[in-house]
């Protein structure tokens, strides 16, 4: 069970949008009702799907670089991608990679009030700026005069690792008491200019301390949150806390947009970001596989097998489901419930369930080529409307 679930809804003040009634209740998530926002083309919040973002590491003054990672991330299924700018170099080149972007860019702003006014004139949808952290009320009044102009949020990140001075004296440590007073008081700035269209992050790299302060804001604003666990690590380690963090806070019904911060390339972040999301059927897209770990009873080589196919399935967008199971001890009761199935047999023959149906056997040396041909005609006949896929009929897809 997540942190709270069950009273967390009814404790507090804030509205939690209850699911539709359902045949199956225990995979309800009733998500907390947020003010929503645009980030160019893409509401966030509200009754918005969850939002996957992830970040740029290229030179942004490196447009072409930039353009071609940004590209990657899209084909990832990145809604929203943030790239970093440090200098004028960099907004300079932002320009031309807003032009080529074909989902909304926030350009995430260290400090220097003028980058923030370079970037919404260069076409950023969402500017990454504490207004706290840029010096007079001038300079606030200028950025968010410059957002509202160009039709830029704004999005407010407060990080445990760069908590200001006078709260770390306050508390004494980053605490969930100390990143909520530094959003609000961040919040109140943008307020005060009469700003509206921000959310706010409220990262740490500590679990425990990210989740109580996320569930500390969730009940004192009511924009949209962006959720993360900042410097979560490498791809292993760091989808491991990820998972644990934000799955932690989704489940709980609180976050409209994520970021999956790994030492690992962004597409791997957007594809982390989704398997969070697929799991909690909070959104879904592409081929959900479900397979065995393997034992001395598969009939064929099942890592090496799934390996391939998520490889040969990266293309299709279409959500459905396959499974990949190595024996009948479980093949058939996971069969029954995916659009195309394949089950271990003897003598290299494995039988193959086309929506939870024995269908047609097929060979070792054939398999893959034949799952994926069997998958790409499937998601045609979904698109097309001609066919519904086993996970929608069976409460797994959003
Ligand atoms: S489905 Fe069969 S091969 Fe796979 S782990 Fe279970 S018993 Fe082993």
């Keep these: 069970m997540p942190f709270g679930a069950g009273g967390v809804c009814s404790a507090r003040s804030i509205t939690y949008m209850p699911a539709m009634s359902s045949i199956r209740p225990w995979r309800d998530i009733a998500r907390r009702t947020s003010r929503q926002i645009m980030v160019g083309s893409v509401p966030v919040g509200g009754n918005a799907p969850i939002t996957v973002q992830t970040m740029t590491n290229t030179l942004t003054s490196d447009a072409v670089a930039t353009i071609d990672q940004i590209r990657r991330c899209e084909e990832a299924g990145a809604d929203i991608i943030r790239v970093s700018c440090p200098d004028e170099d960099s907004t300079a080149a932002f320009a031309k990679i807003a032009r080529a972007a074909r989902v909304p860019l926030v350009a995430d702003i260290h400090f220097h009030y003028k980058r923030a006014l370079e970037a919404a004139d260069a076409g950023a949808a969402c500017l990454r700026i504490n207004p706290g952290n840029i010096g007079s009320s001038e300079r606030v009044a200028e950025v968010v005069r410059a957002a509202k102009a160009n039709g830029c949020a704004i999005r407010i990140g407060v990080n445990a690792g760069s908590l200001e001075k006078d709260l770390l004296e306050k508390y004494g440590e980053p605490c969930p008491d100390a990143l909520v007073e530094s959003a609000l008081d961040h919040i109140k700035l943008l307020q005060d200019h009469d700003f509206h269209e921000y959310k706010v992050a409220v990262k740490a790299s500590d679990v425990f301390l990210a989740v109580a302060a996320y569930a500390q804001l969730a009940d004192a604003v009511d924009c949209p949150l962006h959720l993360g666990i900042t410097e979560a690590g490498g791809l292993i380690g760091g989808t491991v806390k990820s998972a644990i963090g934000i799955g932690n806070l989704l489940w709980a019904g609180i976050g409209d947009t994520i970021r999956v911060s790994l030492s690992a390339e962004p597409e791997e972040e957007v594809r982390v970001g989704y398997e969070i999301l697929k799991s909690l059927g909070l959104r879904t897209r592409g081929v959900r596989i479900v397979s065995c ?99 929608s009929l069976h409460g797994k897809a959003a």
């Design 293 to 391: 770990p393997s034992c001395a009873r598969q009939g064929f080589d099942v890592i090496r097998t799934v390996e391939r196919l998520e490889e040969a399935l990266g293309h299709i967008k279409t959500p459905m489901s396959v499974s990949v199971l190595g024996c009948v001890v479980n093949g058939p009761g996971e069969a029954r419930e995916t659009d195309i199935g394949i089950t271990g047999g003897g003598n290299g023959k494995h039988m193959v369930y086309l929506s939870g149906v024995t269908d047609h056997h097929v060979q070792d040396d054939a398999m893959i080529a034949h799952i994926v041909e069997l998958v790409e005609a499937k998601a045609a006949e979904i698109e097309a409307g001609t066919s519904v896929s086993m996970d």
